[in-house]
């Protein structure tokens, strides 16, 4: 017996880009739409967004794919959200107006503010609760970087005017047309106040930093319905679909990739890259840079996982592009590759706003090290390329220490996963083997399973595994010495990298 027809739209609200993908039962994509979002960079450090140019982009990528359903729009079931992480967004709670620009979380505006909390000794109490680190990163910091600069914006929180959220929820307040302030697990996981124990905002630290509670979204479940989203009905008054499925966007790959299994690793290579394991019940506790998270949490069940954060992945592909200017479309990087697989001896060092795990070292900026008068742009570009691989391998290497384990194989998605080059290269210096699924947006397709189960499209995840197809492998051929010597080059590129400040 053939099942009904049935469609899901899939929100992915990226830190470049707006995009939504309608899928069918079979994880097929129908349809998609993208539309890029603005970055300003007024200062150094500095990385903000326009909150309603987000929802903006966001309406109008829903309206493309709206057009080109036709009428098959009617089985589209549910809507899944998932969405770049950290981000900080406080608006007007009566006119949903947004108070100041979205801070994107590669933003380093408030690493003053998170030098003092360190220097003042919170950096145990934050690790202990909330699994992170004290960090510009998180959200945290940032509300507290807006509340410091605009004391007005805090006295209006504390009248019960404000309200905060990641850009899940701001989406959602915007879709339900107030009616919602709601923030699954997973995106309260980040923000630095959600203690991942209890599950619940911890009022110890909403105290410590003086947080009004109110500004707080409700935390629900990353599967369930919600409400409808109301706000379509002035595209189509036909529209009366479910908002399904939170979840943050590595969260969301994580699932997407479908590692359900305590030991399953994914990396996205994204604008940043996001190694995460899923470590099933347990929380695990990291010494070596890694944080501990929040996975998911559906069907009463919370599943945890250990994640290492590089903040330039992909984005050191766009600073080729946009600007170095020594290539004119992303994909250009392969070209590179092909006239020449060497970096000559050259290696990259893309801190251009710090470095994440195992570092977390805030005031490195990026550097370039073995130049000669034989190196090329080729050399250059694929030195940039390889950095992401061992950036990767920087997270891998603290992976395996802090959960015991060996890892064999890795999943991988995102933009640059479909540069070959690269995802030869990472096999190679993880010396482990890279399965590459036949659809890389598996970020819109996690969201887009959470809400299908959320509305019986899928039985359970055995189905969704069935789903879930494997496009290439991609198997180790660098010598043992060969890797080793090259890896020990990038370390010692790092510790220059890091002695080196203005």
Same mark, same amino acid.
């Given at each position: 017996?053939?099942?009904?027809?049935?469609?899901?739209?899939?929100?992915?609200?990226?830190?470049?880009?707006?995009?939504?993908?309608?899928f069918?039962?079979?994880?097929?994509?129908?349809?998609?739409?993208?539309?890029?979002?603005?970055?300003?960079c007024?200062?150094?450090?500095?990385?903000?967004?326009?909150?309603?140019?987000i929802?903006?982009?966001?309406?109008?990528?829903?309206?493309?794919?709206?057009?080109?359903?036709?009428?098959?729009?009617?089985?589209?079931?549910?809507?899944?959200?998932?969405?770049?992480?950290?981000?900080?967004?406080?608006?007007?709670?009566?006119?949903?107006?947004?108070?100041?620009h979205?801070?994107?979380?590669?933003?380093?505006?408030?690493?003053?503010?998170?030098?003092?909390w360190?220097?003042?000794?919170?950096?145990?109490?934050?690790?202990?609760?909330?699994?992170?680190?004290?960090n510009p990163?998180?959200s945290?910091?940032?509300?507290?970087?807006?509340?410091?600069?605009?004391?007005?914006?805090?006295?209006?929180?504390?009248?019960?005017e404000?309200?905060?959220?990641?850009?899940?929820?701001?989406?959602?307040?915007?879709?339900?047309?107030g009616?919602?302030?709601?923030?699954?697990?997973?995106?309260?996981?980040?923000?630095?106040?959600?203690?991942?124990?209890?599950?619940?905002?911890?009022?110890?630290?909403l105290?410590?930093?003086?947080?009004?509670?109110?500004?707080?979204?409700?935390?629900?479940?990353?599967?369930?319905?919600?409400?409808?989203?109301?706000?379509?009905?002035?595209?189509?008054?036909?529209?009366?679909?479910?908002?399904?499925?939170?979840?943050?966007?590595?969260q969301?790959?994580?699932?997407?990739?479908?590692?359900f299994?305590?030991?399953?690793?994914k990396?996205?290579y994204?604008?940043?890259?996001?190694?995460?394991?899923?470590?099933?019940?347990?929380?695990?506790?990291?010494?070596?840079?890694?944080?501990?998270?929040?996975?998911?949490?559906?069907?009463?069940?919370?599943?945890?996982?250990?994640?290492?954060?590089?903040?330039?992945?992909? =984005?050191?592909?766009?600073?080729?592009? !946009?600007? @170095?200017?020594?290539?004119? *479309? /992303?994909?250009?990087?392969?070209? &590179? $590759?092909?006239?020449?697989?060497?970096?000559?001896?050259?290696?990259v060092?893309p801190?251009?706003?710090?470095?994440?795990?195992?570092?977390?070292?805030?005031?490195?900026r990026?550097?370039?090290?073995?130049?000669?008068?034989f190196?090329?742009?080729?050399?250059?570009?694929?030195?940039?390329?390889? =950095?992401?691989?061992?950036?990767?391998k !920087?997270v @891998?290497?603290c992976?395996? *220490? /802090?959960a015991?384990?060996?890892? &064999? $194989?890795?999943?991988?998605?995102?933009g640059?996963?479909?540069?070959?080059?690269?995802m030869q290269?990472?096999?190679?210096?993880?010396?482990?083997?890279?399965?590459?699924?036949?659809?890389?947006?598996?970020?819109?397709?996690?969201?887009?399973?959470l809400?299908?189960?959320?509305?019986?499209?899928?039985?359970?995840?055995?189905?969704?595994?069935?789903?879930?197809?494997?496009n290439?492998?991609?198997?180790?051929?660098?010598?043992?010495?060969?890797r080793?010597?090259?890896?020990?080059?990038?370390k010692?590129?790092?510790?220059a990298?890091?002695?080196?400040?203005l």
């Open positions: 017996m053939n099942k009904e027809k049935s469609y899901i739209l899939a929100i992915d609200q990226g830190t470049t880009s707006s995009r939504v993908i309608v069918d039962e079979n994880a097929n994509v129908v349809t998609s739409s993208q539309l890029e979002v603005g970055i300003f007024t200062h150094s450090g500095w990385v903000e967004q326009n909150p309603e140019e929802l903006e982009t966001v309406y109008e990528c829903i309206k493309m794919v709206l057009r080109t359903l036709g009428d098959e729009k009617k089985f589209i079931k549910a809507i899944g959200i998932t969405n770049q992480r950290e981000t900080t967004i406080l608006w007007d709670k009566n006119t949903m107006k947004p108070l100041y979205a801070i994107v979380w590669q933003s380093r505006q408030s690493q003053d503010i998170c030098e003092r360190i220097n003042n000794g919170y950096e145990e109490i934050i690790s202990k609760k909330t699994g992170l680190k004290i990163y998180f945290l910091s940032k509300i507290a970087w807006i509340f410091e600069q605009y004391p007005e914006i805090k006295e209006k929180a504390k009248r019960n404000v309200l905060f959220g990641t850009v899940d929820s701001y989406l959602v307040y915007s879709l339900t047309k009616k919602c302030h709601i923030t699954d697990y997973t995106n309260a996981s980040r923000t630095m106040l959600f203690n991942i124990h209890q599950l619940e905002w911890d009022k110890e630290l105290s410590l930093f003086d947080i009004p509670v109110s500004i707080l979204p409700n935390v629900v479940s990353s599967s369930e319905i919600y409400e409808e989203a109301t706000a379509l009905n002035e595209i189509d008054s036909s529209l009366h679909i479910p908002i399904a499925s939170m979840i943050g966007d590595q969301s790959s994580l699932f997407g990739q479908c590692c299994t305590k030991g399953d690793v990396n996205t994204g604008t940043g890259c996001f190694m995460l394991m899923n470590t099933g019940k347990e929380i695990v506790s990291s010494s070596d840079g890694l944080l501990t998270t929040i996975a998911w949490n559906y069907n009463g069940k919370t599943t945890y996982a250990l994640e290492g954060s590089v903040f330039v992945g992909g =984005s050191a592909v766009q600073w080729l592009r !946009d600007g @170095m200017k020594l290539i004119e *479309k /992303s994909k250009d990087v392969e070209k &590179s $590759s092909d006239i020449t697989k060497d970096t000559n001896g050259v290696y060092v801190a251009f706003v710090g470095l994440g795990t195992p570092y977390w070292d805030n005031d490195a990026g550097a370039v090290f073995g130049l000669t008068r190196s090329t742009k080729e050399h250059f570009i694929n030195a940039t390329v390889e =950095s992401i691989a061992y950036q990767s !920087d @891998m290497e992976m395996k *220490k /802090s015991n384990t060996n890892i &064999s $194989s890795l999943m991988v998605d995102g640059a996963s479909s540069n070959n080059y690269l290269f990472q096999s190679d210096i993880l010396d482990c083997k890279i399965m590459r699924p036949e659809c890389v947006e598996t970020t819109a397709m996690g969201a887009m399973f809400a299908g189960l959320a509305t019986n499209v899928f039985k359970n995840e055995e189905e969704l595994k069935r789903l879930h197809r494997i290439q492998i991609f198997l180790p051929t660098m010598t043992k010495e060969e080793n010597n090259k890896y020990k080059g990038w010692k590129a790092v510790e990298t890091r002695i080196f400040k």
